[in-house]
């Protein structure tokens, strides 16, 4: 688990500097996110066997084959809302086949995973001006957040500098020790004037 922590906060540090050096090339947080993927991919990009495989809507199940996948994901769908992107602990994962042996769902079970989220102040049609739906957007992940016991990631960026160092530090307060937030404010356009 230490080598993957290692790995994932290199890659946030490696993102980061990215989008400091230059944010026009990040319209929002699905830019953002896409980056960060591409980062990861390169350290994550193994494949390797999901042990806990179960066939369903059958009595009598084949032996299933083998099913090979690797730890990333993005947008993993969970019972708590969606993950931005998931390091998964492919041993403690299950997944239903249908008796055709066709995918059917992954379930996650308690082990060593890695979930990030990722907020930016602006999207691809405007920005959030609003400090208190920032507050609210960053709040709400570290919320779902709370559900898992495992090492989480909230990536924030603040292109527009609505929270200052203090307000930050107020927003933190309380946040579960098994969550690690990153707050980027060193974001800004650079261009030249027309």
């Not at 830019?31 to 960060?36: A, R, V």
């Not at 390797?48 to 090979?68: A, D, H, L, R, Y």
């Amino acid at each position: 688990m230490l080598h993957t922590l290692r790995l994932v906060r290199e890659s946030i540090e490696e993102l980061k500097q990215v989008v400091i050096a230059n944010p026009v090339m990040y319209f929002g947080e699905s830019d953002i996110q896409s980056e960060l993927f591409s980062i990861l991919l390169a350290r994550f990009n193994t494949e390797e066997e999901i042990k806990k495989v179960f066939v369903w809507g059958t009595n009598s199940p084949k032996t299933p084959q083998m099913v090979f996948s690797r730890r990333l994901h993005s947008e993993l769908l969970l019972p708590n809302g969606r993950i931005d992107l998931a390091i998964l602990d492919l041993d403690n994962v299950r997944m239903g086949i249908n008796s055709k042996g066709r995918f059917g769902h992954i379930q996650i079970e308690p082990g060593r995973h890695v979930f990030i989220e990722i907020k930016a102040s602006r999207t691809n049609r405007s920005s959030i001006s609003s400090r208190n739906r920032w507050v609210q957007l960053i709040s709400a992940d570290i919320n779902k957040l709370r559900a898992y016991s495992h090492p989480c990631f909230i990536l924030c960026f603040d292109f527009n500098r609505l929270l200052d160092g203090d307000a930050v530090s107020t927003l933190l307060q309380g946040t579960p020790e098994n969550i690690e937030v990153s707050y980027v404010r060193e974001v800004e356009f650079r261009g030249q004037h027309l």
